[in-house]
């Protein structure tokens, strides 16, 4: 007679369903975490895109937030009169830049106002002042819409659906800008279509 093997230890009930529901449970969180990251960049890139305009307690300056992507920037198609942008068969042109056009209603900063006007040259398109926004000297974005009540500032909520050959505007726009009014500025238009930024010197 051959001798009867010794028992094999039996592993305890539940513990590879166990340790299958916790391999499943680690990469569902794992995945979670992964969109949650992604969900995070996206939203930073349009952050720093749009900008936004807070305001702090006891009507402190609006802060922007800082545009420190590198690269990020999309040169503008060729467009005239000068000074505008284009792309995607839509060109933005601005005139009447007023870069002191008294004060803002928080009593330290100053207004800029201009004049933006969105030509359709080819395809269909929907546009509004909102897409515009104003870089200062800090590298934070302004929304416009500042003081919309007074100075001759427009509503930039505003939007039109234009076609080939259209145009809209032009919209009076202003921002609440701090530091002196000769500092450098830069127009940052949003391309809605995928989000390129093309940015215009003011004069």
């Not at 307690?57 to 040169?75: F, N, Q, V």
Request: proline content about 11%; charged content about 15%; overall charge negative.
């Amino acid at each position: 007679m051959q001798p009867t093997p010794p028992p094999q230890p039996q592993p305890e009930p539940g513990i590879g369903w166990s340790r299958f529901w916790l391999g499943v449970l680690a990469g569902g969180c794992g995945v979670m975490v992964l969109e949650a990251l992604a969900a995070i960049l996206v939203l930073f890139v349009v952050g720093a895109a749009v900008g936004s305009v807070v305001r702090q307690a006891g009507g402190d300056l609006p802060i922007g937030i800082p545009t420190g992507l590198p690269g990020a920037a999309t040169r503008s198609d060729p467009c005239s009169p000068q000074p505008c942008v284009a792309r995607g068969g839509v060109t933005v042109l601005v005139a009447g830049v007023d870069r002191n056009a008294g004060p803002a209603s928080d009593g330290r900063a100053h207004l800029v106002r201009l004049q933006l006007t969105f030509v359709d040259g080819s395809g269909t398109h929907t546009v509004t002042p909102e897409e515009v926004a104003l870089r200062d000297p800090s590298g934070a974005m302004l929304l416009p819409g500042m003081d919309a009540a007074s100075a001759g500032c427009g509503d930039t909520s505003v939007s039109a659906d234009l076609q080939a050959g259209q145009q809209a505007g032009p919209y009076t726009v202003c921002y609440a800008v701090g530091g002196p009014a000769a500092a450098p500025l830069t127009l940052v238009w949003v391309d809605p279509e995928d989000l390129s930024l093309i940015e215009l010197k003011l004069p």
